[in-house]
C-alpha cells in the first residue's frame, strides 16, 4: 500500500468538486420538476367570491338571431377602406354611420346614452351609470379596414360577407368589425332587456385605426382629455383566442395584451457627388448603403425574452404545454436562454424576443449611365418592451458605424407601458372572469401585442390598457388578417355578443373578491 502522496490529495479534491456538482445539478432538477408539475399561476380569483352582477341571460329569439347577422353583413358590404391617412373612403363611412343608427335604434334613442361623431366619421358613446363614484372604463373599436381585391384569391367576394359552411367572408369579419357591431349589438340587447348599468362607460369607433388613427382616436382621446376623463380600464382589439397556433400548446389560450411594442421608422442615406458611369469611384452610394443594410440584416438587435411580459405568457400557460416544452417553460428562471433561442428559430416567434428589422424601402439611381449621387433606405423596427426608442437608435447607429451614412429617425414611439395583471388588477380580472364565463375551457394569460392598435393614442387616459378580442383563430387563421379569406364563424360572431354582454354587466362589480391565492410558487 503507497503512502497517500499528491495525486491521492488531488483525487480527494476532484471528488469532492464532482459530487458538490452532483449536489447542485440534483437539487436544480428536482426545483425544476417540482415547477413543472406544480406552477399553476392560472387559478387566482375562479373559485373567489365574485359579487353577482350578472342578472340578464344571453338568450336570443330566432328572430334577434337572425338579425344579429343581418346587421353584421351589412357592415362587412360597406368597404370602410383605409389606404392612406388622406385618402379613406368618405362615401362608405358616411353610409356606416347610417347603418350604425338604423341596426341600433335602442342605443340611439336610449336617454341613458350620449352619442356624438367625432372628425366627422368616428364615434364616442358615453353610457351613464347609476353610481357616478364608480370610475368609468372604456370599449374600442374601429371602423375601417385594409384594402383587399377579390383577385388576390378570396374564396367569396371580400365585401360580399357571403356565406360559406357557417362561415361568414368578408374583409373585416375579424378586424375589427366583429367588435364594432359586437359591443353595440350586445349594448342594445341590454338596453331593450331594460338594463342600466351601475358603472359608466365610453364606447370609442375610431375611422382611421389602419392608417395610425390620427384623425379618429387622436381627436376622441383630446375631446376626453377636454373632459377631464380618467378610467379605470381600456379594452381594444389585439390578441385573440389561439387555439393551435401556439406550438406544444394542448389546448386554446386567450391571450390578453397588457403591453405593444414601439416603433421606429428609421431613414439611411448616402450622399456622393454624382459623376458618368465610366468613371466610377470604388465605391458607389448604393454600394455604401447596401453594405450598412446588410450589417443591420446580419446583426440583429439582442434577445431580450424573458425580459418583458412574454416571460409571463409562458409562466401561465405552462402547465398546458406538453412535456419537454412543459420543462421548459416553467423553469425560466433556468431555460430563458434556450426558449429565446428556440423563438429566435421563425419569425412568428422571434418577433416576442426582440426588437425586429426589417428593411422596406430601398432608393436610387435615375439613369442606367449616371452615378447616382443619392441612396437611401427605410427600416422599420419593432421595440420589444425591454429597449427604448433612443437605445435603438443607438444601435443602429453603431451597427451602420459608417460616417458616410447619414442615420435619421422618420416617426418613433417607444414601447408602451405595461398594464397590470395581478390578482388585484380590476381591469385584468373582470376580463379574464369574462372571458372565462363564455369560454369555461380557456386558459388565460398576458400577452406582448407585437403590432399597435388605436388604444396606445389613450395611454394617458388609462393606466391599463388591455388588447383582446373574443375571436377564436385555428392554425393559418391569423394570416386571414389583412390577407385572403378573412371570415369568422356564425357561432364565433354570436358569442362574440355574448362576450360583451357579459363584460358589461361584469363591470358592474364595485372591486374585486379577496385573493384566495392558488399560486403554488417554489
Ligand atoms: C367607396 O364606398 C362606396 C360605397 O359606400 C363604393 O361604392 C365605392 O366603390 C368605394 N370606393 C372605393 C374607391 O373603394
Ligand atoms: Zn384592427
Not at 499528491?6 to 428536482?30: C, D, E, M, R
Not at 328572430?63 to 379613406?88: C, W
Not at 366627422?120 to 358615453?126: E, N, R
Not at 390578441?239 to 389546448?251: A, R, S
Amino acid at each position: 500500500m503507497a503512502a497517500p502522496g499528491p495525486n491521492s490529495k488531488l483525487l480527494f479534491y476532484v471528488k469532492g468538486i464532482f459530487f458538490a456538482l452532483l449536489f447542485i445539478t440534483l437539487s436544480v432538477l428536482t426545483i425544476a420538476c417540482l415547477r413543472t408539475f406544480s406552477l399553476n399561476v392560472n387559478v387566482g380569483l375562479k373559485l373567489a367570491d365574485w359579487e353577482k352582477t350578472k342578472h340578464i341571460g344571453f338568450d336570443l329569439s330566432q328572430r334577434q338571431r337572425e338579425e344579429l347577422f343581418t346587421n353584421f353583413k351589412e357592415a362587412i358590404r360597406i368597404p370602410t377602406v383605409s389606404y392612406s391617412p388622406t385618402d379613406i373612403n368618405a362615401t362608405a363611412l358616411d353610409e356606416f354611420s347610417r347603418l350604425l343608427r338604423k341596426a341600433f335604434p335602442t342605443v340611439f334613442t336610449s336617454s341613458l346614452v350620449q352619442h356624438e361623431v367625432v372628425a366627422d366619421y368616428s364615434h364616442l358613446f358615453w353610457v351613464q351609470g347609476s353610481h357616478p363614484d364608480l370610475v368609468p372604463y372604456m370599449l374600442l373599436a374601429h371602423i375601417d379596414v385594409v384594402p383587399a381585391s377579390e383577385s388576390d384569391g378570396w374564396e367569396a367576394p371580400p365585401f360580399s360577407a357571403e356565406e360559406i359552411d357557417n362561415f361568414i367572408y368578408g374583409r373585416g369579419t375579424l378586424d375589427d368589425k366583429g367588435c364594432v357591431m359586437g359591443i353595440l349589438q350586445a349594448l342594445e340587447y341590454l338596453l331593450m332587456k331594460g338594463y342600466a348599468p351601475r358603472r359608466g362607460f365610453y364606447i370609442g369607433l375610431g375611422h382611421d385605426e389602419e392608417v395610425s388613427g390620427l384623425n379618429g382616436a387622436v381627436n376622441i382621446v383630446r375631446l376626453l382629455k377636454q373632459r377631464n376623463v380618467q378610467l379605470s380600464f381600456l379594452l381594444d382589439e389585439g390578441f385573440l383566442v389561439l387555439d393551435g397556433v401556439i406550438k406544444g400548446l394542448n389546448e386554446p389560450a386567450a391571450l390578453i395584451g397588457v403591453s405593444e411594442k414601439g416603433m421606429a421608422t428609421v431613414k439611411l442615406s448616402v450622399t456622393t457627388p454624382p459623376g458618368h458611369s465610366s468613371m466610377p469611384p470604388r465605391e458607389s452610394s448604393i454600394g455604401i448603403l447596401a453594405a450598412a443594410v446588410k450589417r443591420l440584416e446580419d446583426n440583429p438587435m439582442p434577445m431580450l425574452f424573458g425580459q418583458g411580459p412574454e416571460r409571463d405568457t409562458f409562466e401561465h400557460l405552462a402547465h398546458k404545454f406538453n412535456l419537454p416544452l412543459r420543462f421548459l417553460a416553467s423553469n425560466l428562471w433556468l431555460f430563458a436562454p434556450i426558449v429565446g433561442r428556440l423563438l429566435a428559430l421563425q419569425p412568428s416567434t422571434d418577433a416576442f424576443s426582440r426588437t425586429t428589422t426589417a428593411v422596406t424601402m430601398f432608393n436610387s439611381g435615375v439613369k442606367v449611365n449616371v452615378l447616382p449621387s443619392v441612396a437611401e433606405a427605410f427600416v422599420n423596427l419593432r421595440i420589444h418592451s425591454a429597449q427604448s426608442l433612443q437605445e435603438v437608435l443607438d444601435l443602429i447607429n453603431s451597427k451602420v458605424g459608417d460616417q458616410r451614412v447619414k442615420v435619421e429617425l422618420v416617426h418613433g414611439f417607444d414601447p408602451l407601458p405595461v398594464s397590470s395583471y395581478s390578482e388585484t388588477s380590476y381591469g385584468y380580472q373582470i376580463l379574464k372572469k369574462s372571458i372565462l364565463d363564455v369560454f369555461p375551457q380557456l386558459t388565460v394569460a398576458p400577452g406582448l401585442c407585437i403590432a399597435n392598435t388605436d388604444s396606445r393614442h389613450y395611454k394617458d387616459l388609462a393606466a391599463d390598457i388591455y388588447r383582446f378580442a373574443p375571436i377564436w383563430a385555428k392554425g393559418g387563421d391569423t394570416q386571414r388578417i389583412h390577407g385572403i379569406n378573412e371570415r369568422i364563424s356564425k357561432q364565433n360572431y354570436e358569442d362574440m355578443v355574448g362576450f360583451y354582454f357579459t363584460l358589461i354587466q361584469n363591470c358592474d362589480i364595485k372591486k374585486l373578491p379577496e385573493t384566495h391565492s392558488g399560486v403554488h410558487e417554489f
